[in-house]
């Protein structure tokens, strides 16, 4: 063990703790005067946030849809770029936000329904967004030659219902 104390008793005696075990060649860190393990390290290398027991190289437990969530901030070219990856239990999504976690910008459901723009997709691929003349979707693919050509397929039990297509320049 190595201790951290910010007093002598009480829970001020071992504020943070650091913590091997042989038994199962682990490391643990535990904070905040509790014996709890925060942050685990197994035998094998998986690290755990909020478990003592990772089943990947990193897992992370949480009892809400904030304390499972994984925020990436980069502070330079300013402050306002983050982003949020945030499993939601109460309807079994994975959101993408940005904004201090106040926009959500894509969303996972259990269902395999992706939406963009909407944190309710109610088709495989729904994309909310624009008014007016905005371009809300652009598939674009590189070609030089004049047989170039690219395609989008509609299809119903492979049958093809609609073809978009454009062909070279």
Do not use: C
Not at 37 to 42: G, N, Q, R, S
Not at 52 to 60: E, F, M, R, V
Not at 95 to 107: D, E, I, K, L, Y
Not at 135 to 158: K, L, P
């Amino acid at each position: 063990y190595l201790l951290f104390a910010d007093g002598t008793s009480g829970n001020n005696r071992f504020r943070g703790q650091v913590r091997y075990d042989h038994n199962t060649d682990s490391l643990e860190f535990a904070v905040n005067g509790s014996s709890t393990a925060k942050l685990k390290i197994d035998s094998s290398g998986n690290v755990g946030i909020g478990t003592t027991s990772p089943g990947s190289k990193l897992t992370i437990s949480g009892t809400n849809n904030s304390t499972s969530e994984i925020t990436l901030i980069n502070t330079s070219p300013s402050t306002d770029n983050d982003w949020s990856i945030t499993p939601f239990y109460n309807d079994q999504s994975l959101r993408f936000r940005t904004n201090g976690a106040a926009t959500t910008v894509m969303t996972l459901k259990d269902n395999g329904n992706v939406g963009i723009g909407t944190s309710s997709p109610a088709n495989k691929f729904h994309v909310y967004g624009g008014s007016g003349n905005d371009v809300i979707a652009r598939f674009e693919a590189v070609g030089t030659g004049t047989g170039d050509y690219s395609e989008i397929h509609i299809a119903n039990n492979n049958n093809e219902r609609l073809v978009l297509g454009s062909i070279g320049s």
